[in-house]
């Protein structure tokens, strides 16, 4: 005979008001780790999108010596021209260079005014076929130290340094989070551990009278998904407020425009929100499981 | 309904429990399991509900080897086995009528068969003032007519009792044996562990008595001796 929904429920919720105090232990701990690990993908989702915005634009600038001799100069307009690694390049020249200066320091007229065209070097941005960086790196260092040429920047560093940092707080959440969901595994096996020890004699009684062993599990089982899942919506509103004001924050165009792109998609976070989901299920089914088999059945 | 076939259980550390046991009751009997303490009554009752599984030997009840069992199916077998305990396991916080209900409930057994069944069982151990009594409020052998009402609840064919009227004064237990009594009289098949032996030699029915896990005596309306 099958077990009454009605049954179920009403066990479980008495389960989890007798040990009421292990019962919030528990969710806060599920909701806090299931915040981090979610949160470890929301991070990477928003960095990905940032530098997959950053590597598509990305390019390299050779800047040329305002010395340089016209042949040294056309040397190098030749390399860029028929190199088959280059998509595209463009000349700006002292005068643009100056216009550059003077847009970019407008707000110090005196930096300005000490500046002339003439002592602005001339430069090539140029723009490669391949956006990955390593490529990019390989193809700028081909022009490092040639005659009449500066110096070659390119914006792979930045970049670098700032995936570095990213991966760095990522594995801080990763392995937070992960500690966090091992410490909430075993608080739903004690929690459920304390609630059979809580109804030994209700146990004993039902085996005596002839319950089902998934009759008497299924209370016991379903109050660990039970906070599991109040975990996740925790966490699943924690993740909403990263979304929502942390990450839609940096990624305001009024804030630093090397964030525009810092974002996450709806489909990112809904898949992130399944997965917190999934996770919590998972969890708490390993905790409960063993829970059950190993002080239910003997 | 019941039968061993050289059923031998020996615990951990060699200690046998129970040696070469070969026991037929048949339905409807009345069987008192006696002995000294430790001379394997309990575990006798254990191993008919499949509690406790022998090293050696078969055990049959209602035709059926419980040996071969699936674990699965155990629950089903006790469905038909009614177990009273010398300490009651009432639940305490849980009425007269609700202990008496959940041993319908856990089985899955409807609202209706549950409304209809309970009261019927507290008339039949004279209880129905009580219903809502809590265990606390009851005297010890209202306590154990309550522990017995849930034993029989679902009509089973067997009823398992170890030392019932334990706990209980000379005057309640008298009491209990007439409500066990009535029971029997309706067919089912009752094996009952006791040190009583005032209610032994009053009731003179079968007596198999264990020592030191061997049966050292099987008597038609015997005594305790």
Do not use: C
């Not at chain 1, 340089?68 to 000349?91: K, M, N, V, W």
């Not at chain 1, 956006?131 to 990019?136: G, L, N």
């Not at chain 1, 660990?224 to 979304?243: E, F, K, N």
Request: hydrophobic content about 45%.
């Amino acid at each position: 005979m099958a077990i009454s929904p009605l049954y179920a429920l009403r066990e479980t919720g008495q389960n989890l008001w007798r040990n009421l105090l292990l019962s919030l232990a528990t969710i806060i701990t599920i909701g806090v780790s299931l915040w981090l690990f979610g949160g470890f993908f929301l991070f990477n989702y928003a960095v990905d999108n940032a530098t997959a915005r950053w590597e598509g634009g990305i390019e390299f600038v050779v800047w040329m010596d305002p010395e340089a001799s016209p042949e040294q100069d056309g040397a190098i307009l030749e390399a860029i021209s028929t190199s088959p690694d280059i998509r595209d390049h463009t000349y700006v020249d002292q005068d643009q260079a100056y216009e550059e200066f003077k847009e970019i320091f407008s707000d110090t007229p005196e930096l300005v005014e000490v500046v002339s065209p003439d002592v602005m070097p001339p430069s090539y941005r140029v723009v490669p076929v391949d956006p990955d960086a390593d490529v990019v790196e390989e193809l700028a260092s081909q022009f490092e130290g040639r005659p009449g040429v500066k110096t070659v920047v390119s914006a792979n560093d930045t970049i670098r340094a700032i995936q570095k940092q990213a991966d760095e707080i990522s594995i801080v959440f990763f392995i937070g989070s992960i500690i966090l969901l091992g410490a909430a595994t075993l608080l739903i096996l004690t929690n459920i551990v304390s609630a059979i020890r809580n109804r030994g004699r209700e146990i004993e009684i039902m085996k005596v009278v002839g319950a089902t062993n998934w009759f008497i599990r299924i209370p016991f089982m379903l109050e660990g998904i039970v906070q599991a899942v109040i975990g996740a919506v925790l966490a699943w509103g924690g993740l909403y407020v990263i979304d929502r004001k942390v990450i839609s924050g940096l990624s305001d165009p009024d804030s630093l425009e090397l964030m525009a792109g810092f974002e996450v998609s709806d489909s990112e976070f809904l898949s992130t929100s399944l997965l917190v989901l999934g996770i919590a299920i998972a969890v708490s089914v390993i905790g409960s499981s063993v829970a059950v088999t190993r002080y239910l059945d003997n | 309904m019941i039968k061993l076939e050289n059923v031998t259980k020996v615990y951990k550390g060699d200690s046998v429990a129970l040696r070469d046991a070969t026991v037929d009751i048949g339905k409807g009997e009345f069987v008192f399991l006696v002995g000294a303490s430790g001379s394997g009554k309990s575990t006798f009752i254990r191993l008919l509900n499949r509690e406790e599984v022998p090293e050696h030997g078969t055990i049959y009840v209602a035709g059926k080897d419980i040996g071969a069992l699936g674990s699965w199916k155990v629950p089903y077998l006790r469905r038909n086995i009614g177990y009273i305990f010398q300490d009651f396991k009432l639940l305490d916080n849980k009425s007269v009528s609700e202990n008496v209900a959940f041993a319908l409930e856990v089985i899955g057994k409807p609202r209706h068969v549950v409304r209809k069944q309970v009261p019927a069982i507290l008339e039949l151990v004279g209880l129905s003032e009580k219903i809502n009594s809590l265990p606390s409020e009851l005297s010890g052998g209202e306590q154990q007519r309550v522990s017995i009402a849930r034993a029989f609840v679902n009509r089973p064919l067997i009823l398992l009792a170890d030392e019932p009227t334990g706990n209980l004064d000379p005057q309640t237990s008298v009491g209990i044996m007439r409500l066990l009594d009535r029971i029997n009289r309706t067919g089912t098949t009752v094996v009952m562990a006791t040190h009583d032996r005032g209610i032994v030699d009053t009731m003179r029915r079968r007596v198999i008595e264990l020592d030191r896990g061997v049966i050292v005596r099987d008597q038609a309306r015997g005594v305790y001796e």
